[in-house]
């Protein structure tokens, strides 16, 4: 699964946040050590916070362009409501043919979809829209990939143009979470960080540390208002 390449914090933030002066060894770590917990926090929340390009028109003759912020995504249904990866600026919810793998029909909203949260920026799922003639609840497709989204997938704040604030903290708590446990380790060398060394070990030490688990349930909360 592909992630954003953003790095949520900077090492003048961290060492702001930790409000002491950091040693070479640390300086030289964080510059591994930020990037490596900006992707484990992606991978963990399945999703990215990156600031992906809006200024570069999507092109369904070229949807790989790396220049280009919105992606697509296949989704499989069979349901009335499909979960999604949390995305914005949806531009467009196609049906897939499972044969060849062609578009056969583009949905409109809100006439024939909705996505949810209605009143939130980020969307997390897509709701099919009652049928008006019969009355019955319509249905994605039921094939695997028969669903198509385009969109921004990225929880980036593009209204305050910024990372959302608690991951920016976390970020910057994480770093320092590594850092104090490893006060007295040898700087980390770029082979440990190809060879996922840091990513195991942050499984290990961070996945249960208590502000992790808050940001956590603060994101998995449902808000009454936002229903």
Partial sequence: MDYGNDNYTTTSAVQAYLDRTLTTNELTDLAYIIPAVSRWIDRTLGTTFSNLPTNVPFDPNNPSNAACGWQQKHLAGGWQEINIRPCQQILLVQAINPYDFSVFYTFSTPLEYTAEPYDLPVKTSLRMKMNEFTGNDLKWGSDVNSTLVTALFTEYDYVNG??????????????????????????????????????????????????????IQSREEVWLEDM
């Avoid at 770093?175 to 990513?199: D, T």
């Fill in 162 to 215: 910024c990372y959302p604030y608690d991951i920016v903290l976390l970020t910057n708590h994480l770093c320092g979470v590594w850092l104090q446990n490893n006060q007295n380790a040898e700087p980390i060398q770029r082979e440990a960080v190809e060879g996922h060394m840091v990513i195991k070990r942050m499984d290990d030490l961070l996945a249960s540390d208590p502000m992790f688990t808050r940001v």
